[in-house]
Structures are given as structure tokens and as C-alpha cells.
């Protein structure tokens, strides 16, 4: 007997229902009694019945999936927040696509293209870097798009985000109030905003503190931990040392502090370090770093609630939904009062 492929028909015949009673109970789209939801459900397991999900996104116009795309799933923080991301929309009936731009612009826009394809209901976006090319073709799709950690003008997608700003503020100003004058500063991609603003709250509490800023004390990271141990070696050769280094994220930092130790220099005795992120294992394996501690799980939570609302209410006219949530200054013991001593700078 030739093997045919199970139709919904054939569901229908071995349940001894309508073809309209599976197509509700499979769809949930009209409440079925348990009875009759039993035996559609006993047919289709007899028939190994597998139903074709863009068929039906097809039919239905939609998928109940959710596209999220992320620049680096090795990193805590963009694995936490995807995670968030994923229960809140498993929550609410939608299933998730994870995609990861590695930080590759050209990988983020062929994600965005498999997205598109997959007809997903709404995409979640942390970007790799300001592509307007990626949001050309994010505006062109209309599917509902939020932007979420990394701030990037879209004036038809919303926004949910961190102050950076003031984030790198306070810690620069903890620093400064530790009697730290020599502060290095390892960052992250220059075209990622949450790198730039941080960058931009270092420099400007410098300034209301009276302290010059040095361009030699600036190392330019990509948030990966290699940049924090490039990021002392050569801060660390520096002919005026660094008191205090801050790295502008955690996985930066806590490599930092690892290479300083290599150096025989004691964190916080003869170098003080401060982080940014405070999230996952690196908070739990790093419990001594002061740190900037955002709040990823609103933060997804209200990404999640954005694309959601946009997706179940295509409204005619879009007006631009932004929430900008605050950070806290963490202090633990990896930063201390500026040392009266004199250290010598590597070889
Ligand atoms: O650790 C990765 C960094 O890039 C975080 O600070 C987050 O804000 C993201 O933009």
C-alpha cells in the first residue's frame, strides 16, 4: 500500500468529526468539547497527522512566532535577555525564532531576509551596529518590529532601552569619589549606541569633576573579553598608569581583572575596575565586581508586551512607543580608595 501523506481529511474521517471540528481544535480558534478534542487528537497521533504550519499561517495570516535578533549569543547578557524574550512570548501563544548576528551587519540583514520569509508575526531587534540597511528592509516588511538595548532612530518601530548615559555617569563619578583622577576606559563597538552614550557619561563626568580628558587612557573594545585584556596590556604601558580601568561591559571586565592579576597587580589595591551589565553567570562567577546592573528582564518584558500589543492591534496610524528604563551603580570590592603607591608600567 503506497504510503500517502495524512490529510486533515483523513483526521476528520478517523475521529468521526467535521473537517471544520479539527481545523477549530487543531487552530484553537472556536472552543471544542474535551470529547470531541480527545479524538481529533487520538486520530491525528493514529495517523501521524503533522499540520503544515505556513499552510496555515497561509490561511490564518499569521504564524505565532516571534523573530529575535541578537549580535552575540556567547555573551550572558544577550542570552538572558533572549530567554526573557522567549517565556514572555511563549506566555502569551507565540513561539520564538533566535537568530545571532555575531556582530555582522551582512549576517544581521540574511537574518532579517529568513524572518521575513518565515512570515513571523513580529521581530524583536538588537542591533549590530546603526545599519540603515537593516532597517530599510525591517520598514519595508511592515511586520511589527521593537527595538530593544541598543537605541537606533526608527521612526515606525518601538523602543525599549537602558540609560546608558546616566549609567556611566554614576560610575565614573563612584570612581572619581574614590579619588580616582587617572581613569582608563575600555569600550565597546563605537557604532553601537549603548557603547557611544556610556562612553559619553565617562567623559562628561570627567568634565564636571575638572579632570582633562586623555585620550590615551581609551582603549576601543567590541565588548568581547580579548579587548578587555588588550585594553590593559596597553593601558597598563601607559608612561602616567591608570589608577581605575572601566570596562563598558562585564565579559570586558571581568578579563580585565584576570590580566591585571596576571601582572602580579591586585584589583582593587593597585588598580581599581568597574563593569556594566550585572546579568546571568557573570554576575553569580564575578561576585566581587562593582558593576552597572541593567534591568534585562523588564526591559524584555516590555519588548515582549510592545510586539504583541502591534501584532494583535495593526493600528491605521503608528505613533512611536519608547520606554527608557534606569540602571544602578552595584558596588562590591573590586573597586577601592586610589593607591598612595607607585606601580611600574609593564614592560
Ligand atoms: O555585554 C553586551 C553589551 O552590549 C551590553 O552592555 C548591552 O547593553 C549590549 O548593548
Redesign the pocket.
Known amino acids: 500500500m503506497q504510503n500517502t501523506v495524512p490529510t486533515i481529511k483523513d483526521v476528520a474521517r478517523i475521529a468521526n468529526v467535521s473537517i471544520t471540528t479539527v481545523s477549530h481544535t487543531i487552530n484553537g480558534t472556536r472552543k471544542v468539547s474535551e470529547e470531541l478534542r480527545t479524538r481529533v487528537y487520538e486520530a491525528m497521533d493514529v495517523l501521524g497527522y503533522q499540520q503544515n504550519s505556513l499552510a496555515r499561517g497561509l490561511r490564518l495570516g499569521e504564524t505565532r512566532t516571534i523573530g529575535i535578533i541578537i549580535?552575540?549569543n556567547s555573551?550572558?547578557?544577550?542570552a538572558d535577555i533572549a530567554r526573557y524574550i522567549e517565556n514572555a512570548g511563549f506566555e502569551n501563544g507565540y513561539s520564538a525564532i533566535l537568530c545571532n548576528s555575531d556582530d555582522l551587519p551582512e549576517k544581521e540583514l540574511t537574518y532579517i531576509q529568513v524572518l521575513i520569509e518565515k512570515q513571523v508575526d513580529g521581530i524583536i531587534f538588537?542591533t549590530a551596529g546603526k545599519n540603515s540597511r537593516s532597517i530599510e528592509r525591517l520598514q519595508k516588511s511592515r511586520i511589527p518590529v521593537v527595538i530593544v538595548?541598543?537605541h537606533f532612530e526608527a521612526a515606525s518601530m518601538d523602543e525599549v532601552?537602558?540609560d546608558?548615559y546616566r549609567g556611566a555617569f554614576e560610575a565614573t563619578k563612584h570612581l572619581i569619589a574614590l579619588g580616582h583622577r587617572r581613569i582608563g576606559l575600555v569600550s565597546?563597538p563605537s557604532v553601537?549606541?549603548?557603547?557611544s552614550s556610556?562612553f559619553a557619561g565617562y567623559r562628561d563626568a570627567l568634565s564636571q569633576f575638572g579632570i582633562p580628558f586623555d585620550e590615551t587612557m581609551i582603549y576601543a573594545g567590541n565588548?568581547r573579553p580579548e579587548s578587555g585584556r588588550q585594553g590593559v596590556r596597553q593601558l597598563m604601558k601607559s608612561s602616567n598608569l591608570p589608577t581605575a580601568i572601566f570596562c563598558?561591559?562585564?565579559?570586558m571586565a571581568v578579563a580585565a581583572i584576570n590580566e591585571l592579576q596576571k601582572m602580579d597587580l591586585q584589583v582593587p589595591q593597585d588598580v581599581s575596575v568597574i563593569g556594566?551589565?550585572d546579568?546571568g553567570i557573570l554576575s553569580e562567577l564575578a561576585e566581587n565586581l562593582t558593576t552597572v546592573h541593567?534591568p534585562i528582564d523588564q526591559m524584555a518584558t516590555i519588548a515582549s508586551r510592545m510586539v504583541i500589543e502591534r501584532i494583535q492591534n495593526k493600528e491605521t496610524t503608528f505613533e512611536k512607543k519608547v520606554e527608557i528604563l534606569q540602571p544602578s551603580l552595584i558596588i562590591r570590592s573590586s573597586t577601592g580608595k586610589r593607591r598612595r603607591h607607585e606601580i611600574n608600567p609593564v614592560p
Open positions: 549580535p552575540d555573551n550572558p547578557f544577550f538588537i538595548d541598543r532601552y537602558v546608558n565597546g553601537t549606541d549603548t557603547s556610556r565588548f563598558l561591559n562585564d565579559m556594566y551589565d546579568v541593567q
